[in-house]
């Protein structure tokens, strides 16, 4: 029996991809790099905003050392253009909404980014699934996911055990946060890590599945 389920953002509710990849390559483009095709930066999409500029600066999905001067200006003209930009192409995956409608009455809902926390509302308002219970963005705690405590405050704040909650995300960061936390979780395909590579028993075909197995 699960009291509260717990959402990941990127990938999982939303495919923000193509405006993560347009301010991306602004960015890049701005400081005088070379740009990236839309499924290069999918493939980089996970951890935060500075780990996808990190990603982008070196040019490789495992972050390299990169000039902190270059980061810092990468993160001001990023920040800026896609601050702006924020719902431009980016759309909720199919049964999203609709999933989130019907469990809200039957569950308390968090959700758990590791977005840059201003981001994350405009969003969510936007697209119209600001419904949910407690909200953590990627400057809500000191530590993000993988890291478990961002999990372990939501269900807190939410006054749940963590036997009583679960996790839906798409990454290798929701199942690690997740797994270090005693909580139960859910995956889905869609989103931007390989979800079989790492965990395909956790694995469910969409959201529309789900839907039906926790609104049952």
């Not at 270059?70 to 003209?77: G, S």
């Amino acid at each position: 029996m699960k009291e509260a389920i717990l959402f990941d953002l990127d990938g999982t509710l939303i495919d923000s991809a193509p405006d993560l990849a347009a301010s991306l390559n602004h960015t890049l483009a701005t400081l005088g790099l070379p740009t990236y095709d839309l499924a290069t930066v999918r493939s980089w999409i996970g951890g935060g905003a500075t780990k996808l500029l990190q990603r982008a600066l070196g040019g490789s999905k495992e972050p390299k050392e990169v000039d902190e001067k270059l980061l810092a200006k990468a993160k001001e003209i990023f920040f800026a253009h896609y601050g702006d930009n924020l719902c431009n192409q980016t759309t909720l995956y199919p049964c999203a909404k609709e999933l989130l409608e019907s469990l809200k009455g039957c569950y308390r809902l968090a959700l758990v980014t590791n977005k840059p926390t201003p981001f994350v509302r405009p969003i969510l308002q936007t697209l119209d699934i600001d419904i949910f219970d407690v909200v953590l963005g990627g400057e809500s705690l000191e530590y993000k996911k993988p890291h478990p405590a961002p999990l372990l405050h939501a269900c807190e704040l939410l006054g749940v055990r963590c036997d009583e909650a679960l996790m839906v995300g798409d990454s290798i960061n929701d199942y690690q946060a997740a797994k270090s936390a005693g909580i139960d979780v859910i995956l889905v395909p869609h989103g931007y890590d390989e979800v079989e590579a790492f965990a395909k028993e956790e694995e469910i075909s969409d959201l529309c599945t789900l839907k039906e197995r926790l609104c049952a």
